[in-house]
C-alpha cells in the first residue's frame, strides 16, 4: 500500500490544524504523509498553541498558514475538517471527517491544554485506523 495522506483543515490553519499535522508528523513517524490549511489563512500560527505544542516536546513554531486549494483536497487520502464549514470542496472515494472542536483562538495556555489533548487522542485513533487498513 502506498503512504496515506492526511489534509487537516480548519479557517485559519494557525491553531486546531497545525497542532493535528504537528501530532501525526510526530507519531506517524513517516508512514503518512501529512499537510494542512485553511480556508482563510492567519497571518501566523497561534503561538499559544505553539507553546501548547512544545510542551508535548512538539515544535511547530516554524509552521505557516497556507490556503486550502481544490487540488490539496483531491491529493489527500483522508481530509480531517474543524469547523471550516462548507469551504472543503468534496471528491468521491475520499475519507472525510469533521472534528468538532473549540478554536483556540483568543484563549490563553491553561485553555488550549485540553483542546491540544483532545486533537492528541484524535490523532492517535486515526493513525491507529490507518495503521490498520495496511
Sequence with gaps: MTTPSVLFVCVHNAGRSQM????LQALGGG???VYSAGSEPADAINQVAVAAMSEKGIDIAGNRPAILTTDAVRE????ITM???DACPVF???RYED???DDPAGLDLEQVRPIRDEIEAR???LLEELDAAR
Design 99 to 101: 472534528w468538532e472542536l
Design 20 to 23: 493535528a499535522a504537528g501530532y
Design 123 to 125: 490523532v492517535s485513533r
Design 83 to 85: 469547523g471550516c464549514g
Design 31 to 33: 508512514r503518512v504523509r
Design 92 to 94: 468521491p472515494g475520499k
Design 76 to 79: 489527500a487520502d483522508v481530509v
